[in-house]
DNA sequence: TCAATCAAAGACTTTATTAATCTATAATAG
DNA sequence: CTATTATAGATTAATAAAGTCTTTGATTGA
């Protein structure tokens, strides 16, 4: 189990995107060109963070993408949610009689991890960045 | 990002050894059929929990698994481990300048999740267990 | 209006991982 | 010695992730 590399190019954007001025919108070239990955394949990536209504676009000529919401109401969970989706990472495919007792549990896990990543908000990582 | 069947199979398997007779051992054939899963297979996933120290096996008739530890010695997380590794869940494969931010709250992140599942012990369901 | 610029979308290919099977080998009880 | 049971390795099949290519649509500015 992995987090995909898409999550990671995700955060890593939206980290700069915070980092950068507001208001003028950033091209996919010049963000793609940051991470050593290709426009077409990071634009379907922002594409869902558009989605979800982290990010905004804009077509056309000194176009691109900027944040939609301010720094600290974006969560590390809500990219992560844009990016793999709100499933659980646990599913008991069995079937019993019962509840599944394990499953209960494997959730509960869970949100422990997603109630940290939910307090994670990008503010908090836009004062401790240096470079990159 | 998904746990794998194969967790799913190794945790269920284990519940059931821990609720069984503690002396004589199950053979694969039977944790199979409760599973609907092929002998083979679970026998492959079973391997790994030996290996992990978590369970023993006897060859020859009347062989078969068995707990090698206590109950309450058994985690949900030595579990998962054994079948899934234990490698970070995030990695950053960006080469940046400094140590990536972004990766150390993910690893922190999981770190929530671990020590839930750490804590979460075979004795505990065993007591909640009704059939399966 | 036209050309340049940029995002969105869909089809497609490649690669990697997971799931599962098959067959052969090794150990052990009776 | 034979039936039973685990282990190991090779192999295949299925699914998911990663990435490319090409077309379409929106927007700006000359």
Partial sequence: ??????????????????????????????????QGVSPTYLSKILTKL????????????????????????ISFLDIIHAIEGTASLFDCTLNHSSKCLI??????????????????KMSELAGKMTVD
Same sequence: chains 1, 2.
């Fill in 1 to 34: 189990m992995k987090y995909s590399k898409a999550t990671n190019y995700a955060l890593h954007t939206m980290l700069y995107l915070v980092s950068a001025a507001p208001n003028k919108p950033i091209g996919v070239q010049l963000l793609a060109e940051r």
């Fill in 50 to 73: 558009v989605k979800a209504d982290l990010i905004e676009s804009a077509s056309g000529a000194n176009g691109g993408y900027r944040l939609k919401r301010k720094q600290e109401e």
């Fill in 103 to 120: 499953q209960q549990e494997m959730v509960e896990a869970e949100r422990q991890m997603e109630q940290y990543l939910q307090n994670k």
